[in-house]
């Protein structure tokens, strides 16, 4: 049954739907409805009438009668008879004779929902884009250019297992790599010669990046190997009419290859053969409404479905992936380290213990010399120089008012506030310093350098950052880029000092590395943040950065502002993301966490949290429930603006843990769990998350 045009009749109500007679073939459709209900989360069989037997194919959207309501659905397939011995219902209407929903595409998103203990009626939100009328009535455009040849190896051969990888894409092979680029690596090239490689096979090939500015990069960079027409990307920037006019040309098969951000991850490339991701890290790959997939983790699944290879790429290496080659699913893609050696900027560490004291109003306060040589060698060769501030605008900071040494806690030696609230005791703690990490108060601060009992207030971050470097460096060019400035995609490469914030780091216009030096400033902020991935969001920044600078060669110069014995720090002076990505899955074994064990989240409140929680098998490790700061108001929580039930108790979360080997079933059980209330009907709502990203 090929998809034709939609007959007249299928357009308009019949006059009597009891003259309606079953489709002499398959007469039976299993429709996935649009219900987001987890104890209707499955197909239902309707009947075809014999006037939509030509249009209901598989994967064309349908309308149907469900529960009282005209709903929406996919056609997943036809069958000869139901298993269902009641009466089926009809297929009421054939929307678009245009299948938009592949076999392949379906199989994901059903085993994407299993994964997180979702529904698929909101995956299938997340891999089909809303239809266009006007532009499915478009004439298609034919494809235009041979099947692209194979590009030459030579700068993957910097990678002892590069050839190979490229020899596998080129003859079909379902290869998984995880690879790390040398610093400085036109990272771009590099992805779109393996696409183009994966095109020379006839295949189809999907390279999935965190955000606008590197689709750009990326697209440019295929486009340049395998020609415009070749080539598309999917991205929300475009508009929802363009995207849709994209999106049918890759359904279609006019294009083999998809560069896009986050919602293209489930594209329907044909013959899919290679399936990437760069960066993996990314807090832009975690999708933000439910089922709440990673990007990487659907990828992994598609690859495997689909019988596809899959390339993992970055600077840093994430704890997930390093679990992808330990488990020898993959395998790893690394230069030796005389290349990286060559390759990489030298690496000096700033301890903030080390700086001298200087006032405030000074240039360059929180500057060590080191900083100082690196920055006016770079200006002085004629190249600018990156200052990366984890923090924009002004960020509150508190230092000893005699020595102007940061302010920090007795206890755990993190920095000190003037935050409002109360102690252990209930007391009220307005106007005394309190720890930004443990959440202590110092009523009676003693600064540790100088003896001092006196305060004074300062101000970090971006903006105030080149209000510094500017009276540091009078004459010189200060740009700006993220932290409330537009985030700049490149800039000249000539003397300027470019003040941005981490992933807002724009390239030097003629070549990936073009910075003389970079100065990656305050780490105590970004390793202050209570959160599990810390150290490797660092590293992950930093990295970025400082990929960005010239080889040492070159005087290319990184000076960090951490102290040199922590093993983050450690990783970027060897450049070694390889094993820091070692020590942090070790670290996250050895105390439960992901990846090394699978994790759910369970939020809502206090009675729907012990509703799901007393579904759970006595032998899965529950943590909590604690009581929540704030209300969650994502999906599957209270809607915006509106409060929960009186009786539902305090917003609490739980987390649940278990082997990797029991995940599924652990996923099972939270559906279960979800079914069993929304058959109740009940009212106060839960959210359910499967390894959330920002545990603590």
Request: net charge positive; proline share 9%; glycine share 10%.
């Amino acid at each position: 049954m090929s998809p034709g045009p939609v007959p007249a009749a299928a357009r308009r109500r019949a006059v009597n739907r009891g003259e309606w007679q079953p489709a002499a073939e398959l007469p039976v459709a299993r429709v996935a409805v649009d219900v987001p209900l987890a104890h209707l989360d499955r197909p239902f069989d309707y009947r075809v009438p014999t006037h939509l037997a030509e249009a209901a194919v598989p994967g064309v959207r349908v309308r149907v009668r469900f529960a009282g309501r005209m709903l929406d659905g996919y056609l997943l397939e036809r069958v000869a008879e139901s298993a269902h011995r009641g009466a089926l219902a009809w297929i009421d209407k054939v929307v678009s004779a245009e299948p938009v929903l592949t076999a392949e595409v379906a199989a994901l998103c059903r085993a994407v929902a299993d994964r997180y203990s979702g529904v698929m009626a909101d995956v299938l939100r997340l891999a089909v884009p809303p239809r266009h009328a006007r532009v499915e009535a478009e004439q298609p455009r034919a494809r235009e250019g041979a099947v692209p040849t194979r590009p030459p190896a030579a700068s993957w051969a910097r990678y002892p297992r590069g050839p190979a990888l490229l020899d596998a894409l080129a003859g079909g092979r379902a290869a998984h790599a995880v690879w790390q680029p040398l610093p400085g690596e036109d990272w771009a090239a590099r992805l779109a010669e393996a696409a183009a490689s994966t095109l020379s096979a006839g295949r189809g090939a999907l390279l999935v990046v965190p955000d606008q500015r590197d689709v750009e990069a990326l697209h440019a960079a295929c486009a340049a190997l395998v020609g415009a027409d070749a080539v598309v990307a999917l991205t929300a920037e475009v508009g929802p009419a363009e995207r849709y006019r994209r999106w049918l040309a890759v359904r279609r098969g006019q294009v083999p290859l998809v560069v896009g951000t986050r919602s293209a991850t489930f594209a329907p490339v044909h013959r899919l053969g290679l399936l990437a991701v760069w960066d993996d890290g990314d807090d832009l790959h975690a999708e933000p409404r439910a089922p709440y997939p990673q990007v990487r983790d659907v990828l992994v699944l598609r690859a495997h479905d689909a019988g596809a290879a899959l390339l993992v790429g970055g600077f840093a290496r994430t704890a997930e992936a390093h679990l992808l080659v330990e488990s020898g699913w993959a395998s790893e893609v690394v230069a030796d380290r005389a290349a990286v050696r060559a390759a990489m900027p030298r690496v000096l560490p700033m301890a903030e213990d080390e700086v001298r004291a200087r006032h405030p109003d000074e240039p360059g306060a929180r500057l060590q010399q080191a900083a100082f040589d690196a920055a006016r060698a770079a200006l002085g060769a004629g190249r600018p120089v990156l200052v990366q501030v984890p923090r924009a605008g002004y960020l509150p900071w508190l230092a000893c008012g005699s020595c102007r040494e940061t302010a920090r806690c007795r206890h755990c030696a993190g920095p000190l506030a003037l935050v409002a609230g109360q102690d252990a005791d209930g007391a009220p703690t307005a106007g005394l310093p309190r720890c930004r990490w443990c959440g202590r108060t110092e009523a009676t601060y003693r600064c540790a350098g100088c003896g001092s009992r006196r305060l004074r207030a300062g101000v970090i971050g971006s903006r105030r950052t080149a209000e510094e470097l500017g009276r540091a460096f009078p004459g010189t060019t200060v740009r700006a880029s993220g932290g409330g400035a537009p985030v700049l995609a490149e800039v000249p490469a000539s003397a300027a000092l470019v003040v941005a914030t981490p992933g807002a780091e724009p390239r030097v216009a003629g070549g990936p590395a073009g910075y003389g030096a970079a100065l990656l400033l305050d780490g105590w902020a970004m390793l202050s943040r209570p959160d599990l991935r810390v150290a490797e969001e660092t590293l992950r920044r930093w990295l970025a950065a400082a990929a960005l600078v010239v080889p040492h060669g070159a005087g290319g110069r990184v000076v960090v502002g951490a102290e040199a014995g922590q093993p983050v720090v450690q990783a970027l002076l060897r450049w070694d993301p390889v094993w820091h990505a070692g020590v942090e899955l070790a670290g996250r074994d050895e105390v439960g966490f992901p990846p090394a064990v699978r994790m759910a989240a369970v939020e809502g409140g206090a009675r729907a949290v012990a509703e799901v929680l007393a579904a759970v098998p006595s032998d899965v490790e529950v943590l909590g429930p604690v009581e929540l700061d704030e209300p969650t108001t994502a999906d599957g929580a209270a809607p915006s603006g509106t409060p929960p039930p009186d009786d539902a108790g305090p917003r609490e979360r739980a987390l649940l843990r278990v082997p990797r080997a029991r995940g599924k079933a652990l996923a099972a059980v939270l559906h279960e769990a979800q079914a069993a209330r929304s058959t109740r009907k009940a009212t106060d709502p839960v959210r359910v998350r499967l390894d959330p990203v920002e545990i603590g």
